[in-house]
């Protein structure tokens, strides 16, 4: 599948169901423990969810559509999470489900702990902030599954650094799989 960037977000996706079921394909293909191995020198590695962009943004993209995607990235975590318990070393596997930009969600590796880290740690500057999200569960509103070794941790993300107050933004990540 291609990774194609439709910056718009007017095309209507057609055959979402082949179109999952090629995502769960792709989620079976985690295990693998191969997937887990990336360059030593490397404190991060990723893979982007598969799929076009209007099929998780935009106004043709819906919530059960991206609960199903959303479900599959889990399922690929998840899977490696599996794949890898009881080698000698194995990197930290998470999923990420970023919202509203969820096009950039991906399943992640962390080889380094403080980058990881990085990403869950509370924080407030004169640009920005982050906080845990406590009332409320992603899984829940979406109602995903989470296997037995999955856990979730949500984030929130503001951004007020730029004069320009277009730029200025509020996201949210949900982080699935090893995360605690």
Request: with cysteine; proline share 3%; hydrophobic share 35%.
């Given at each position: 599948m291609s990774r194609r960037l439709n910056s718009d977000?007017?095309?209507?996706?057609r055959n979402i169901p082949r179109r999952i079921k090629a995502l769960n394909r792709w989620a079976?293909?985690?295990?693998s423990p191969e997937r887990s191995v990336f360059a030593e020198d490397e404190h991060y590695w990723n893979f982007k969810i598969p799929v076009e962009i209007n099929l998780v943004q935009g106004k043709y993209s819906t919530r059960k559509t991206k609960a199903a995607c959303a479900q599959a990235l889990i399922n690929a975590c998840s899977n490696l999470i599996t794949a890898t318990a009881g080698r000698n070393y194995s990197p930290r596997i998470t999923a990420?489900?970023?919202l509203p930009d969820m096009f950039t969600s991906e399943v992640c590796l962390y080889r380094s702990e403080d980058y990881y880290q990085s990403f869950i740690t509370e924080d407030r500057s004169e640009t920005g902030a982050s906080a845990l999200i406590k009332e409320r569960s992603l899984a829940v509103e979406w109602g995903l599954i989470l296997p037995a070794n999955v856990q979730e941790i949500g984030i929130t993300l503001e951004?007020?650094?730029s004069e320009d107050r277009d730029e200025w933004f509020t996201r949210e990540r949900w982080y699935y799989g090893q995360v605690t």
């Amino acid at each position: 599948m291609s990774r194609r960037l439709n910056s718009d977000h007017r095309t209507k996706v057609r055959n979402i169901p082949r179109r999952i079921k090629a995502l769960n394909r792709w989620a079976d293909t985690f295990h693998s423990p191969e997937r887990s191995v990336f360059a030593e020198d490397e404190h991060y590695w990723n893979f982007k969810i598969p799929v076009e962009i209007n099929l998780v943004q935009g106004k043709y993209s819906t919530r059960k559509t991206k609960a199903a995607c959303a479900q599959a990235l889990i399922n690929a975590c998840s899977n490696l999470i599996t794949a890898t318990a009881g080698r000698n070393y194995s990197p930290r596997i998470t999923a990420v489900v970023c919202l509203p930009d969820m096009f950039t969600s991906e399943v992640c590796l962390y080889r380094s702990e403080d980058y990881y880290q990085s990403f869950i740690t509370e924080d407030r500057s004169e640009t920005g902030a982050s906080a845990l999200i406590k009332e409320r569960s992603l899984a829940v509103e979406w109602g995903l599954i989470l296997p037995a070794n999955v856990q979730e941790i949500g984030i929130t993300l503001e951004y007020y650094g730029s004069e320009d107050r277009d730029e200025w933004f509020t996201r949210e990540r949900w982080y699935y799989g090893q995360v605690t």
